[in-house]
């Protein structure tokens, strides 16, 4: 086994007391000082797997390593890990040094060294000098600095961190997604996310797991779930994307909406029905004379930085993400480069 | 705006029955009346501090105190059984309510026989050979009575203070580090202290108060403040005595209150009284 892996998860699954059953034989190994994220829509598990982590819910069946230990004969109170909470789970009877100093007093840390890590966390997440202020005084920001402060202050080797963004508005979401960066590199502690937010997990992550009702989709770096996608699931809930019927027609050749592309995958034998999958922003408009593709704009909207466009092709709406502008009723012509299909099993 | 008179009704029913009472209590409390003509006057009030009536009053709060917190100790495992158990703790709490549907006098009567000489417990314990024991008309008889009337009232608010408390600032504890035991001491008691106090507001009034529990179960032996304030009334026949006595203890039990709802910080929790 290499030696960097701080957590290995094996062939863990989870049933739950009305027969749901919330993880599905998930394999998975985390690496020391790595930020990983586990992905999903709710119901994936990915909650009930950080909590696994945690110690608050007991795997059907699997096993855990942690630093090669089984962990889940070791209950919550002793592991090695803290968890920053979805809804903060702030002592609401302790004021933040409190909070903060809850942890260590267990530990019988004395006092002076109490402060000092106290008054060092508080600086690691930016609220120097707010030991004295009551939990409700602050705002759902500071609250939820004050729960990784609470966290971090008891130098875990694993944070775990259930969906601590969600209920921030998208300015302070978006700062605070640089800082939990830049923290995780500066402590060198390992992250494991969990979130439903794509966005969030391709800025933050080193790895991102993507899982879908109990099981792992796949597991990949930002770049590589987003390029890469598996299959049209990952493909749809990582960005946006086209997802169209096509047949395979044999190696490095498929046909959709009519026409035949090049495209660079194979292995999938002759005349398969595979998924074929488009990123909006990898489609190419040009003249409607040379182009494979053609169809009727059904509307536009200005983006910013682009133009969404919706295009219908028999029956089908393309999403295009394009500079150029368009009129809607008026036909456009685009075309794909081979690398930007992808081919995925029907799923 | 117009919605002010909906609360009239309200207002009404407070004026007539809590505001002149008291204002009644305060009227005799201070006066007194000597040949037909009333005057102002703190006799009554000095009369308070009587020896008779400081011992009345010390044996009260002894026996509320005591009641109050025997109270607790019964309570805060019953409530923390029903609020921490799976199954549905509201049929489990109606055994615990149930017999306060029962007139509270009739209650009492029921332990009248079972205490009696010749009583349910005499009889058992005279089926083993031994003599009967006094059990009625004792101290401890009218402390029987109060707790067994007055426990609800303790196990209801803590009972839903507990319930209260958010499931996931106990996982929070564990994660920090805390056992079964250090969760319990740090969270859960801290946490169920405005039930604590809500119950033992609830408790501690009405026992220092009791006048009914100490006469069926205490007999002459018991005298409580609670008898003393209605021997005035009602064979003293002096109105004016009574209610100094009682206006006394009004203003000693909100000064205790107050303090103990201070101390706690429970206003924060919207519990107390103040």
Redesign the interface.
């Known amino acids: 086994m290499e030696n960097n892996r701080i957590i290995d998860i094996q062939n863990i699954s989870k049933s739950f007391a009305g027969g749901t059953e919330a993880l599905k034989n998930i394999n998975l190994y985390i690496r020391k000082n790595e930020f990983i994220t586990l992905l999903g829509p709710s119901g994936c598990g990915k909650t009930t797997l950080l909590r696994t982590l945690?110690?608050?819910e007991q795997p059907t069946s699997g096993k855990i390593l942690f630093n090669d230990e089984n962990l889940l004969d070791i209950?919550?109170?002793?592991r090695k890990?803290?968890?920053v909470?979805?809804?903060y789970?702030?002592?609401?009877?302790l004021d933040v040094y409190g909070n903060i100093a809850?942890?260590l007093k267990?530990?019988k840390f004395d006092k002076a060294t109490i402060d000092e890590k106290v008054a060092n966390a508080l600086k690691t997440v930016g609220l120097k000098g707010y030991e004295k202020r009551n939990i409700d005084e602050m705002s759902g920001g500071q609250q939820q600095r004050i729960a990784i402060a609470?966290?971090i202050v008891?130098e875990p080797e694993v944070l775990l961190l259930d969906e601590p963004l969600g209920a921030l508005d998208l300015k302070i979401r978006q700062s605070m997604q640089a800082e939990l960066k830049s923290m995780q590199q500066r402590l060198g502690i390992t992250f494991v996310y969990v979130t439903h937010d794509q966005e969030e997990a391709l800025t933050m992550s080193d790895t991102i797991v993507v899982m879908r009702e109990g099981e792992i989709q796949q597991i990949g770096t930002p770049v590589d779930i987003y390029n890469e996608p598996k299959n049209a699931f990952v493909a749809d809930f990582i960005g946006e994307s086209n997802i169209i019927s096509g047949i395979m027609v044999k190696d490095r050749v498929v046909t959709f909406s009519g026409s035949t592309f090049d495209c660079l995958d194979g292995g999938f034998g002759e005349n398969t029905p595979v998924d074929v999958v488009v990123r909006p922003e990898d489609v190419n408009i040009c003249g409607l004379e040379k182009a494979p593709l053609k169809g009727t704009v059904m509307s536009i909207v200005f983006m910013g930085v682009h133009y969404e466009i919706k295009v219908n092709i028999d029956g089908f709406t393309w999403l295009i993400h394009s500079t150029d502008s368009a009129n809607v009723g008026s036909e456009i012509g685009f075309y794909l480069d081979p690398d930007d299909i992808h081919i995925m099993v029907k799923g | 705006m117009t919605r002010k008179y909906f609360a009239y009704p309200y207002l009404a029913w407070m004026v007539l029955f809590i505001v002149v009472p008291l204002l009644l209590v305060v009227y005799y409390a201070f006066t007194a009346e000597a040949a037909g003509t009333i005057s102002f006057s703190l006799q009554n009030i000095a009369g308070f501090f009587s020896t008779t009536t400081l011992n009345v009053f010390a044996k009260s709060i002894w026996l509320a105190v005591l009641c109050t917190v025997i109270c607790l100790l019964l309570a805060y495992p019953v409530a923390y059984i029903l609020a921490s158990s799976k199954i549905n703790s509201r049929t489990l709490m109606v055994w615990f309510v149930l017999p306060m549907w029962m007139n509270f006098l009739l209650r009492t009567y029921a332990w009248l026989i079972i205490l009696d000489s010749n009583g349910i417990i005499n009889q058992v314990i005279n089926l083993f050979g031994l003599p009967s024991a006094q059990l009625l008309y004792t101290n401890e008889a009218v402390l029987l009575g109060m707790i067994y009337n007055f426990l609800p009232f303790m196990i209801l608010p803590i009972y839903t203070a507990l319930t209260k408390i958010p499931r996931n600032l106990y996982e929070a504890a564990e994660d920090l580090g805390a056992n079964s035991t250090t969760k319990f001491f740090k969270i859960t008691v801290p946490l169920s202290m405005p039930g604590i106090i809500s119950g033992f507001t609830m408790v501690f009034i009405p026992s220092i108060t009791t006048f009914s529990i100490s006469r069926l179960l205490g007999g002459a032996q018991t005298m409580l403040f609670g008898d003393l304030i209605e021997n005035q009334f009602m064979f003293m026949q002096d109105w004016h005595a009574g209610s100094a006595i009682s206006f006394v203890m009004m203003i000693l039990m909100l000064i205790s209150l107050y303090i103990m709802t201070r101390y706690e910080k429970a206003g924060e929790s919207s519990g107390g009284l103040w």
């Open positions: 945690a110690g608050f209950p919550p109170y002793k890990i803290n968890t909470f979805q809804k789970a702030l002592f609401p009877h809850f942890g267990i530990k609470r966290a008891n």
